[in-house]
């Protein structure tokens, strides 16, 4: 019988994996977990009434909702200024961290566009995601 010897090829070193396992323990600390819980369609609506498209927040809505081969099609009104829209609606979704929509305003000035994103489409999809089945005949 002949003892065969396995070598970790190069690229993993001890000092790699340490490397690794500190990054993973820095993103760790760095995680903030975001409870949600969905407003409400009155609510949004509310929310929505509450921010009004400013003029050229609905002019550029509109322009971008046109049909262009219809000059009689004016395009959709802007439902809501999402500048002050968004804040809303995270601070009234987001149950732990409970923030004020001011911090809101002032935490998500350090966001990336990325991690905004992000935070945004999940504030919407809980809002907006169908709980209730629809089931055929069976």
Same mark, same amino acid.
């Given at each position: 019988?002949?003892?065969?010897? !396995?070598?970790?090829?190069?690229?993993?070193?001890?000092?790699?994996?340490?490397?690794? +396992?500190?990054?993973?323990?820095?993103?760790?600390?760095?995680?903030?977990?975001?409870n949600m819980?969905?407003?409400?369609?009155?609510?949004?609506?509310?929310?929505?009434?509450?921010? &009004?498209?400013? &003029?050229?927040?609905?002019?550029?809505?509109?322009?971008?909702?046109? =049909?262009?081969?219809?000059?009689?099609?004016?395009?959709?009104?802007? &439902?809501? *200024?999402?500048?002050?829209?968004? &804040?809303? !609606?995270?601070?009234?979704?987001?149950? =732990?961290?409970?923030?004020?929509?001011? *911090?809101?305003?002032?935490?998500?000035? =350090?966001?990336? =566009?990325?991690?905004?994103?992000?935070?945004?489409?999940?504030?919407?999809?809980?809002?907006?995601?169908? +709980?209730?089945?629809?089931?055929?005949?069976?």
């Open positions: 019988d002949k003892a065969v010897a !396995l070598e970790a090829p190069e690229s993993i070193t001890i000092e790699r994996l340490r490397a690794l +396992r500190e990054a993973q323990e820095e993103a760790s600390e760095a995680t903030v977990l975001i819980q969905a407003i409400g369609r009155t609510r949004w609506k509310e929310l929505e009434e509450e921010n &009004p498209p400013t &003029p050229e927040v609905d002019a550029e809505h509109r322009a971008a909702t046109k =049909d262009p081969d219809d000059p009689n099609d004016l395009g959709q009104p802007a &439902p809501f *200024d999402p500048e002050t829209f968004a &804040p809303a !609606l995270i601070a009234e979704t987001v149950t =732990d961290p409970k923030m004020s929509v001011e *911090d809101w305003v002032e935490a998500l000035k =350090d966001w990336s =566009d990325n991690e905004f994103e992000i935070l945004w489409m999940a504030v919407v999809s809980v809002n907006k995601r169908t +709980r209730v089945q629809f089931w055929g005949k069976g």
